[in-house]
């Protein structure tokens, strides 16, 4: 209640301020809202892009070795996944 009270008075008992928000200001706000957005997103796509990005290149690694084992090749006609002429 006391509170309540308080807070009330402060609205009634206060002045109105002369405050002038030209254009500037909005172009802030919204370049820092547009901003915080951007963030948020780049901070999902680190989050989520990279793992994704490596467990697909793990797959494909698995893969090439999974084939390169069932042709019973050398390793040295395969010696990188990246120069495996099978995958």
Known sequence: MNKSILFL??????????????PGMGGGVITAI?????AFFLLLWGILYYPIKRALKNRK?????????????????????SLCSIC
Do not use: T, V, W
């Open 34 to 38: 547009i901003g915080f957005f951007a």
């Open 61 to 81: 690694e698995k893969k090439c070795y999974q084939k390169k084992r069932m042709m019973n090749l050398n390793d040295s006609f395969c010696y990188a996944i």
């Open 9 to 22: 008075s402060l609205f009634l008992i206060s002045s109105p301020l002369y405050a002038y928000l030209g």
